[in-house]
């Protein structure tokens, strides 16, 4: 009998924002399903076996379509890793969009994602947004009812800074088990901001440093959205680190896509690319991603200040 993957298994992470139509309320037709049975099945192709959602994307279609592709295909539930997310507000009539980490509000957005996800249970919850209203006692005591219901199997963080979690573990039960980040050759703050440190130019960087060093210390994995970097290193006009990414792609005989993905994986703080697109072939190009990352010391600089635009301080 084989055993229900564990996420710190994983070496990337399928993200469905991209499935079940558009931002709007508007039905998923049959096209959308079978726009996430195809990337579904691209994700599973290349080895993926964890899955990312949160309740807001395409105000919740996209948990729905992935709940009509596992209604449809028996077994695929036990052979998943199965994350969401909730935490944020969506705009709504004379309603500001806003962050709500409430205690009873988080309950009440598992058990419509339970619904919509068409699951008994979430392998991994993740709090979306800093909540600034938040007490991390209530919302601890939220999780703690959640994990002792057999609704949720482990938490997480989105978006957050190590003195965040570090106040919310302090009141949390269960370890937490992971941190969503936006992290990518184009958004290298996580990177840039250690580096800086100390230099005139590090008030330009708002990601706070310790964070990455807290999570690997701790055994919180990182996992990075936005990985592709939304195709500006793959596109039409890639610039000069795109025309280095392909360059590089070249000569390893591999795809850009798994380029960008070693040079994240490459950092030893054990990151996890989160995949966002939803086309087959573009999920079908990061296949070697999951390979140990084969670029060297000089390469991984090489890239990075080719992003950069400019040399090191």
């Keep these: 009998m084989t055993s229900h993957p564990d996420l710190r298994d994983s070496r990337l992470v399928y993200g469905g924002m991209g499935l079940g139509g558009g931002w709007d309320t508007e039905p998923y037709t049959a096209a959308h399903i079978g726009q996430a049975e195809a990337a579904v099945e691209a994700a599973l192709a290349v080895g993926i076996t964890a899955f990312d959602f949160a309740d807001i994307y395409r105000h919740g279609k996209s948990e729905a379509v992935f709940g009509e592709v596992l209604a449809r295909t ?11 997310k909730c935490g944020i507000r969506l705009p709504d009539g004379d309603r500001s969009g806003h962050y709500d980490l409430r205690g009873s509000s988080i309950v009440q957005r598992v058990e419509e994602s339970l619904t919509r996800l068409r699951t008994d249970v979430l392998d991994v919850l993740l ?43 302090r009141h949390l039960g ?30 330009g960087y708002e990601f706070p440093v310790g964070t990455l060093e807290y999570c690997a210390a701790h055994r919180i994995q990182l996992q990075a959205w936005g990985s592709l970097a939304q195709g ?68 991984w600089y090489a890239l990075w200040i080719a992003a950069r635009g400019k040399p090191l301080p």
């Design 232 to 299: 500006r290193f793959t596109g039409p006009d890639p610039g000069p680190a795109g025309a280095l990414v392909a360059e590089l792609a070249e000569r390893k005989g591999t795809t850009p896509e798994t380029i960008l993905l070693w040079w994240l994986r490459r950092h030893p703080a054990g990151i996890v690319p989160v995949i966002g697109t939803s086309r087959p072939e573009r999920i079908h190009a990061c296949r070697d991603a999951q390979l140990p990352p084969d670029l060297g010391h000089e390469e």
């Design 127 to 169: 709090l979306h947004r800093p909540d600034p209203l938040a007490d991390p006692r209530d919302v601890a005591q939220a999780l703690d009812s959640l994990h002792r219901q057999g609704l949720v199997r482990q938490f997480g963080v989105s978006n957050m800074g190590a003195a965040q979690i570090e106040q919310l573990q």
């Design 174 to 203: 269960l370890p937490l088990a992971a941190n969503q980040l936006e992290m990518s050759l184009g958004r290298r703050d996580w990177v840039e901001s250690g580096v800086l440190l100390n230099t005139p130019a590090a008030g």
């Design 74 to 84: 028996p077994g695929l539930r036990e052979r998943i890793v199965l994350q969401t």
